[in-house]
Structure formats: structure tokens, C-alpha cells
């Protein structure tokens, strides 16, 4: 194959130009192959964390970094177990109190940590895209070597929330073909929930539902492959997972919800609402949870939750991720 | 298509046999047997039914701990290593299809230290091909040979259990 402008421009740039994945960026357009590969690849590794000895030498004298743009204690914390489990050595750049502050641009702060020899940036920032523009600053410099990861950018992605919300469901129930998987809350905001829905429908999923009031969905959401509820009672009914998102603080105090109480009411999960899913189904949430906004305690800590099992499968599922890329 | 062998394959079930004659003499009645996957993870199995003593199975996927990863990557397909006897004083063999390198069963030791301290590793293989390129010697071998080096000796297992060896390109 000849590689020529046109497509060296157009590719996929979380592809190697063997199709491989070498940085993770967005879960929409990659190959199934690839997710189910990552998904599989990740079994094993749940494994070492049952282990006396957490950890094997795969990514030994990697360094990888940690650049959070934006605060996330867990996220942070699982990739940095994550990689220590991998044997790599991992820095935490404290961005918002260091150089961007004194007006280093995204990409000077990226080409000095390169020279520090990094191998891995792990990212996250409140402008969608910036990893992505990392990557891209990466590959068109010739230091494919280099790998990113994005840990959440904006409302656009969290492709590894995303997989380990895959790996939960396909730990819990198998297989994808025949789901009915139920997305409720604060979809617009929600780049966790942008992120399942485009893995979920690349792995054929065939009844992907989004449940919230209309100011809190995307417009046009179901050109998405989702259909969209507003009354939950509705889109519950005969689900086989039902994936609860996080409603921010912030989204409360604004002009898009009544009140807590109103929404909790309306969009919270009690057992009562859980009752009209399949009797077998799964409750999963990303965390942080709010109680008593968007799931009932009774719910969260019930016999369906699957919420700490995803926090489990979410480290295995990061080692997967990034000894793959750091491999390719 | 198979090429010509330098020399004729040994029949697999017949070259188990061997092994497990060889290993009853002389294994300890309680070691545990641990499997490289697949095909040691195949023989590992077999053998524990056949060598005489009471002998626990393990099995060892030893991708995370290959020396090749940073110039080929993460293989596909990994396994659960999995091990639920107690390694910290036992005595142990570890068993593979084929000895080429070496490089597998450096890997697989290795990866049984995360586990504990064994008292001893002895290495049983169906074939010992030559071509080392670590100190590494087997313990226990059904048979030796010599192939050409763009050709790789594949254990197989049919829908019925029965194993085979064949030679495929490399």
C-alpha cells in the first residue's frame, strides 16, 4: 500500500500504520477487533491483582506521565496503580500549579517532558481534544515511540471508563448481541457515557437507551444508535444493564434541573425503579456516586450493583490499554 | 504445507508415554506440575494423571514476562496464569511442548518467583530441539531433534484428546 498525504492525513491517528493501536484516544471508530482485543487482554491482568505480588515486569523502565489538566483523585489513582502494577515509573504533573500557569503552551510543556524521556502521557483536560492533539503533535514529529492516553478530555471522550464499563458488562453478562443497555442521567455533559455508547454499538449491542429530561440529552442523540427516554419507568422496562451517570454539582445549581430532590425523584434509581428491569439485571456507575440524587443507597449497595467490581476491573483494564500501545 | 523434516517427527501420544516413564522414576510424589501455555499446559494435565504420586496443576501464560514485548509488542490472546498450590517451598516441574531458546522457560521461572520460593524447578519437554540461547537444560526429555530453523514444531490437541506434533513454518 502506498502511503500518501491524503491518507497518511485522514487515518486514524490512535493507529500505527500497520492498524495497530498505539495511542487511545477515542473508543468511536476504533475496529472491534482492537476493543475486543483490549477487553480479552485485560482478563489476565484482573488476575495479578489477586495476587501476593501485584505486579509484572512489562513496561519495567517505561516513564510514564501522568498530566491532569483537570482534577480527578480516582482516575489519577487507578492509572498510576495501573502502571506501577505494569513495573513502569510513574510522575504526576501537577499542571494547574505549574507551567501552564506561567504560560507554557499544551505542547511546550509535552515537547519538554519528552526530552525528559517519557514514553507514556496519560491526559486529561477540560478542552476536548487536547489529547488528541498531543498525539497529533507526536506522530507528525516522528516520536511515534511516544504514547498518549486520554483520561477524559472535555464532553468528548473517556475511552477507558468506557472499556471497563465493556469489560463489566461482558464479565456480568457474556455477550453483547442480545443486551438491552439502559444510560441515565446527564447524558450531555457526560463524555463517560459518549464513550459506552460508541463502544457498546461497535460490539453490536442492539438496544442502547439514554433516559433523561431533554435538557440534559445531546440534540439529535439518537443518530448516536440510541433510543431516548424521558420517562424512566418507560426505558427501564425488560433492561439487562442499567449504567447510572454522575450528575455534577454544578449541573444542579444551574438552569437545567429544578432540584435534586425533583431529579432524585424523576431519575433516581430506587428498587422500585429497578424492579421493572430483567430480575437478573446490573446496576453500574462510574463514581463518584451522589446518594440520594441520581441512586438510592438501597440500590448502590444492593445485590445488582456491580459499581466496585468496575473499580476492580477499571486498573486490569488501564494494564491492558497501556501494554498494548506502549507494544506497538 | 508441512515441509520435509530433517528427521521424522516422534509420534506425540508414544513421546508422552516416554516422558511419563522417565519423570515416575524419579519425580517426588508431591511435586506440582505447571504447564507453559498451551501445550505444556496439554502435557501438564496428562502427565499428573499418569506419573506416579499425587501431583498438583498449575498453568503459566508467561506474556507479561516475555523478553521480546519491547521489540514485538503484547501478544493477543493471553491466558490466566493460574497456580493455587502454595509455590513457597515446593517442588515443582515445570512442563513445555518444545525446548528451543529457552527464552519461555526463563520467562515462565520467573513468573513462578512472584508466586513464592520454590524448594526446586526441574523442566520436563515432549521434544528438545537444540538451539540455545540461555543456560537452560531440561530435566526430563521424551526425544531430541533437529529442524531446520525457519520451521516451528506445533503441538496440537484433536476434538478427542489426542495430541500431535507437526512442523509449520516459523
Redesign the interface.
Known sequence: MKPDAGTTLSRNPQLNAAGQLTHLLTLEGLPPAIITQILDTADPFVSIGEREVKKVPLLRGKAIFNLFFENSTRTRTTFEIAAKRLSADVINLNIGASSTSKGETLLDTVDNLVAMNADMFVVRHSQSGAPHLIAAHLNATGRTHVHVVNAGDGRHAHPSQGLLDLYTIRHFKREFRALSVAIVGDVLHSRVARSLIHGLTTLGTPDVRVIAPATLLPAEVESLGVRAYHDMRRGLAGCDVIVMLRLQNERMKGALLPSPGEFFKHYGLTPDKLALAKPDAIVMHPGPMNRGVEIDSAVADGARSVILPQVTFGIAVRMAVMSIIAGN | MPSRPAEPLPDAEAALATLAERMSSRVPHDAAFVGIYSGGAWLAERLARIVRGEHAVGFI?V???RDD??R???K???????IKFEVDGASIVLVDDVLYTGRSVRAAI??LF???RPARIDLAVLVDRGGRELPIEATYVAARLVVPDDRSIVLSRGDDGRLALSLEPA
Open positions: 501464560d506474556s507479561f514476562y514485548y519491547s514485538a509488542g503484547l493477543p490472546n493471553a491466558r490466566r496464569t493460574d520467573n513468573e512472584d508466586f513464592g
